[in-house]
């Protein structure tokens, strides 16, 4: 049962239908209230869904079970940056990077914020080192899949 409420879930997310997705998720936790999955996706829906304490709420829970994610790190980074706390923003987008220094998103959510901070030039080395990360990401993907290229 859980199993095909988590994919009606995820179908209303991909949709955009956060609403849904919320209601979805609240049935499975209430089923299998330790479901990290269904915890980090329910608070994603929240963030996209502007509930940014609620989202918070969420990803405090998960990373009560699980604080070794740097993705829910950074999300709930973004949810703090979009309530302005800047701090609590800048804590999470360190922890995030500390915890796996090659995760592009991590360092394009601190650039953002350093440009709230009137850093510009610490926000442009991030943006550049999130994109040569994710050039590098790319680049490896498509040599799995035997294409490989030329460095320039």
């Known amino acids: 049962m859980t199993e095909e409420l988590m994919l009606d879930a995820k179908y209303a997310f991909a949709q955009g239908n956060f609403e849904e997705c919320i209601q979805i998720f609240d049935k499975v936790l209430e ?4 479901n990290l999955i269904a915890i980090f996706t329910r608070g994603t829906a929240k963030f996209r869904n502007s509930d940014y304490l609620g989202a918070i709420e969420d990803f405090n829970h ?5 604080s070794t994610n740097e993705k829910v790190f950074c999300s709930r ?4 940056l979009a309530l302005n706390k800047t701090d609590e923003a800048m804590a999470d987008f360190e922890r995030s990077i500390n915890l796996n220094p090659q995760y592009p998103t991590a360092y394009f959510s601190r650039s953002e914020l350093f440009l709230r901070l009137n850093e510009p030039e610490q926000a442009e080395d991030d943006k550049n080192l999130a994109e040569q990360l994710q050039r590098q990401i790319a680049q ?13």
Do not use: S
């Open 140 to 152: 490896a993907y498509y040599e799995t899949q035997g294409i490989m290229f030329q460095n320039f």
């Open 31 to 34: 089923m299998e209230p330790d």
């Open 77 to 80: 980074g973004n949810a703090y």
């Open 62 to 66: 998960y990373i009560k079970q699980n």
